[in-house]
């Protein structure tokens, strides 16, 4: 009898959480991008980059946008073990040979590591425009990369890490 209870259980937990996601107002999110580490990606004191694997090409998906749809940058599970006295600036698509620069239109915004040590932290940031302006001007790839530069020294012992990078679409 316990096992039939669970199931009946986690039917009802299911189905509630489905009513929930499609509450109306309440935006529907669709992965187009996402890495595929099986482990963190570890930050430190250098420039990393991470390619996303995209279920279609990226600037297909975009031309295939539906009216009022948005897109955004989600970094999850940001966590840290201590404080980290840096943040990192985020770009998208930053040619290998291009130096970093929060005028360059790759940017995306800074991550922060407040209260990063909880490990429930993340961060989104809305790319809609951005990945239009790169597409617009052919400096968007198929497959996208995201780069994570430190802008301060990160202390040594806080050992920074992002579990999940994806870049969803959102609609109303």
């Known amino acids: 009898m316990p096992a039939l209870f669970q199931i009946s259980r986690r039917i009802v937990l299911l189905a509630a959480a489905a009513m929930l ?10 992965p187009i991008a996402e890495s595929r580490e099986a482990e963190p990606l570890r930050l430190g004191t250098a420039p990393v980059s991470v390619a996303l694997a995209a279920a279609q090409p990226l600037r297909a ?26 943040v990192y600036e ?25 209260d990063a040590e909880s490990g429930r932290r993340g961060a989104s940031f809305n790319v809609t425009a951005l990945l239009a302006e790169l597409q617009g001007s052919g400096a968007l790839g198929d497959a996208p990369t995201v780069t994570l530069v430190p802008n301060g020294q990160p202390s ?17």
Do not use: C
């Not at 996601?21 to 669709?30: I, L």
């Open 156 to 172: 040594a012992e806080a050992r920074p890490s992002i579990g999940k990078i994806q870049i969803v679409a959102a609609a109303r």
């Open 61 to 86: 998906r975009l031309q295939a946008k539906r009216a009022g749809e948005q897109f955004y940058l989600l970094l999850q599970q940001v966590r840290a073990e201590a404080a980290v006295d840096a």
């Open 90 to 114: 985020v770009y998208l698509d930053l040619p290998a040979a291009t130096k970093p620069s929060r005028d360059s239109r790759h940017y995306v915004g800074d991550l922060n590591f407040f």
């Open 21 to 30: 996601a499609a509450r109306p107002g309440r935006a529907q999110t669709m």
